[in-house]
Each structure stands twice: as C-alpha cells, then as structure tokens.
C-alpha cells in the first residue's frame, strides 16, 4: 500500500518483473477491496499471489517510533512477519523509509557482526554501475560501522553482481592517508591491514562515484543520502538543460528528431527507474525498498533486485565474511598485531 | 606559479580578464624568467603588470603546515603579504589549496566574529546559480559555524549578487525539523530565531542544490566538497554518455551536427569553467582559489571573481551582519530569550 501510485503501480509492477523472473510467487498485503480488483486486470499475477487482506497502513508522515508503535496490523509490519515467519523469502515495499528500517530492524533483527542495517543501492557509472551504502539509515557513524558497510558492500558486489575480487573504496574529501574525518581515516586503517580478500581501494572523492573508480562506494548515511540526491538533482539539470537547447530553435529540432533514438537510449541509462530498489543491507532477513514515487517498472526493478538477493543467499555470506573479520580485524586485535 | 598549466594560463587569463575588467591592475609573483616573457606576448597585459620576482613557490604535494613554515619567500605567500600590506586588494591562486588556506588565514587572520573561513563556489542551478558553502576548509563543523557560513553567504549574495532578499538553506537529509545531525538541527535553531534580515528557508535536500530551491546552500566542509565533486562527476558521466549516443548511429551524427549549435549552449551552461573561483570567504581581505587544472578561461573567470569581491566591500557588509547577529543569537542570548 505505500507509495504516491500505490497499490496500481506494485501490481503493474509485479506483472512486468514475472517476465525476467517466471517463478516469483506473491503475498500481497493491503486492503483487498482495492487489491482484489487490480489483480482481476492482471491474470498472470492472480495466478501466483495471495492476498493478505488488512486495513491499516503506515503513512508517509508516520515518524517510525509511532509506526513501531501502532502499526501491528499494518501491510507493511505483517509483510515483513511473513519473511521472520519463514513465509516469504523477502519483502519489497514503496512505503515510509523510516518505518520500514525500524520495523525490519525490530522484527528481523541484525546479522551477527552487524551493529546497524546499511541503505544500498546501485549508481550509475561511466562503466556500468557501482554499489553505494550508507544512503540514510545511519546519520552519523563511527569507524566499525564504516567497515561493517565494507564487508556487506564487498560481499554483495561479489555475490549477487558475480564480481570475482570487487573493489571497495570510502567516501572522502582527498586521496591522501591524511585527510578527512577521524571515522573514514580509522575504517581505512581497518581496511588496510584486514585478512579478508576485500581489495581496498582507500580514498575516493566525490567525483569518483561516476567514473566508476570502485564497485562498492562506503560513505555514512549524511553524506550518502546528500551525494546520491545531487547526483540525482544535477542528472535532472543536465536533462532540463539538453531539453531546452534541443527545443530552441527548428533545427535544432530537426536534429533532435534524427537523433531520437540515441538520446532515448542516453535517457534509458540515466533512468532512475533502472536503479530502483534499495536494499537494507545487514539485515537477517531481505528487505528493499522502492522509491515512492516510482511506477510500474520502477518497482518491477525493485522486485527484481529481492529476487537477486534471495537466489544468491547473500545474507549467509555476509555473516561469514563478518565473523571472519571481526576475529581479525577489531581495533583491539590491530593493537594486539602492533604490539 | 600554481595550477597544472601555469604560468602560461594564468597570463592568458589575465588577458581575458581585461576585456570584462578593463581598470585591473595586477602585481604577478612568480619566477620571472618564465614570467618575463609570456608578457612580452600579451602588451595588453604588460601595461597594468608589475612582476615581483621569487625563484620560490609552493608545490602541488606540501602540506600545509611545511608550506606554512618553510614558504615564507613563495610567491603565493608573497601575494597574500600584499594584501595584507594594502598593495593589492585580493589575491587569486590557482595553487595547492591547503596552503593557501593556512598561509591566508595566518596572515591575514579572520573577520571578527568569524572562527573559521569557509570555501565559497557558484553552482549552476535550474533557475540560474547558487552560491554553496563550505566546500572543503572545514572537514567538521559545529552549529556556530555552519550559522557562521550562513551570515557569510547570505551577505555575499545580497552585495555581490546584488539580490535583494536571498534565501538561505542548510543541507540536510530531510526538510523535517526533526531529520538529520545536530549540528546542523542547532544551527537551524539559531537561524530561524534571529533577528537579521536573513531569509532561512530552513533544510534543504541535495537535489534541490540544482533545483535552485535557494541562494544559499550551507553545509559543512566535508559534505560539501563531496557533494560539489558527486555533481561536478555526474555532470561529466552525462556529458559522456550524451557523446555516445549521438556518436551511436550516421543518423544521430547528422542529428547532432543539425542540433550542434544547440548542444554547445548546454555544454556552455555546465562548464565548469563558467563557475571557477572559489572564495574564502570569512577572510580578513579578499583571497580566490581557482581550479589547478583550469585554462585560461577558467582562470579569467577566477579573477572576476575577486574584482567582484573587491568592488562590493563584501567583507565590510559581513563584519557589520555579523556583529549584529553575535549580539542577538548566540547559544547563550538564545537560552537568555527562552528563560
């Protein structure tokens, strides 16, 4: 039920991503008196889902704590039950990003190792697509929860994008060892001299994000949340900008016709729509989340990346890898190694 | 001496310069047998420019503080010396920005009032530009500084830009009061209490920096230089994949070729040339840093910059705001008001 085209959107949604992913099967939780008759326009998502009738759900204006608090019977809290209770592999959900971290949280709890459940999603790169985390979740965070956001990152990047030896790099104002915030310069000092196969790339800076240098971008929410937006609102400047010069006179006009399908194929890749689904990664359960305002293929994306998450079980390696690490690499062991 | 194409840019730069700023007068610092000839090829320049000899400059890789100490005959110090001995009304530089931070700071010290100087730069917005702060001085800031930053930018945009009422925002992860660090909550706080003429607009998100949501955009110095190098990085990736596409097919050449004239304005309005200079802003006397890696061009643009800076008596206008606003709205006044 959340999100601005809810619940038309989700289903449409669920429709498109049965073309990339036949075998999905659905719960749906909502109000059926809306859901019964959508799913009666979509004959091939009837067929696999079930609906989970219930009338209450989180607003968007709902503070988490609140949600937390009431919303027991709400769509979203019984959906995320369905995944603790072993009924759904995961969840996907377009609603209140603030609840859905806090529901998840409080039901599903953490993976061993992990203090806070990271915001990731893909970016667009120059080749192809980076992962990026924290987005939000984590307003202000210390070194260890830099590092906890490395090995998550690292081991998504290597099981569910395939990468063999991916690249993690932290978010910084310079390359140099000595610049920046305490809490980066720590986590790289983690990074270095850790035992796990993490390649680390150390320092990047903002402009990297889009050049690809890394396949995993470690920043805390604050500055992920504020990077990923300007990334997102200068894409927006630039296509208003090339929309205008285009429109300006006739023949630019004309030009702009020959040249339609190029740019449709350059508005494909900075589509939005195409790197939507962010994961809340650290989790012990899989639970992503839509943007709000997208549409039906938006969330179809969505629901492709939960199924990506379930089939290549990348919880289970993110639990290894961290107690790997957190056996090797503490602050107090380094110590220890120094000594 | 600084930048990756000087001195020859610079010089070039100086060129430009005159045609928008034609009573310039310049004093040039630097190693004049390089100097010496590259103004024997611009005459124009040669009859405003006094050339003031050292074999000495700062490098790309000196730290600060060694620069500091051991920089004392370096052309970049020996500029800053003449401002602050009333020889020149401002410097530009396009050298090593840590060192020109600190040997600005230690020589020309602070406004009253003002802690730290903050790194100023235009940003292209969707309605025009924005002036953002702070870009990379000050890694963490407190809520005093980022109010600080605030009474800078809002009086340079009123007396260089001459708006008459410009809006101020502090970027946050959420525009609800209760988002984001404290920091940035008790700057908020301060500012929506004032009693300056200071039109607060309250938080502001990253993509509204090229919305053009307000004419201020406040934030500490790590955010903001990640931020600026993220727009400054996706601008490029557009830009790249923009080529591509209408490289893609001989239709979409011809389209381009037709729509040229067009696209030259869009890559003229995200220049980054366009927007070089950035102000260090807060600075008891006028000091600009441009791009190293600018052109003449850019280096022209720099120097605008600081005539403008120079023209409007902006350091005047922030001492007198700023000593009103330290009377009426510090912590303590603010305690003083509630109680």
Known sequence: MGGDNAPDMVVEGMEMSLDKHPGTRF?????????????????????VTEIRHTPD?????????????????????LAINAVKDGEADGIV??????????????????LPGIDRPAIATYVPTKTGQSLMLDLGANIECDSENLV???????????????????????????????KGKKSVKDAAAVLQETDLPIKFYGFIEGDDIAAGTVDVVVTDGFTGNI????????????????????????????????????????KMRMDPRRYNGAMLLGLNGICVKSH???DGLGFSNAIGVTADLITTSVNDSIKADYARLHVDSTPERLEQKAT
Chains 1, 2 share one sequence.
């Not at 205008?244 to 630019?252: A, C, G």
């Open 57 to 77: 759900s989180v607003k968007n204006a709902d503070k988490a704590a609140q949600a937390l608090r009431s919303g027991r019977n709400s769509s979203m809290r």
């Open 27 to 47: 719960l749906l939780f909502g109000d059926e008196q809306r859901l019964t008759p959508l799913l009666g326009r979509h004959a091939r998502v009837a067929a």
């Open 292 to 294: 709000g305002g997208t």
């Open 93 to 110: 959900s377009a609603g209140n990003t603030g609840a859905l971290m806090a529901m998840a949280k409080f039901v599903l709890k953490t």
């Open 227 to 266: 990077a990923l937006k300007t990334a997102e609102g200068t894409a927006k400047l630039f296509g208003g900008f090339l929309k205008d010069s285009l429109t300006s006179s006739p023949i630019s006009m004309l030009g702009a016709l020959l040249a339609k399908p190029a740019l449709n194929r350059l």
């Open 148 to 178: 906890q956001f490395a090995v998550m990152g690292e081991v998504f990047a290597r099981q569910v994008r395939g990468l063999e030896y991916p690249s993690v790099g932290i978010l910084n104002v310079g390359a140099e060892d000595l």
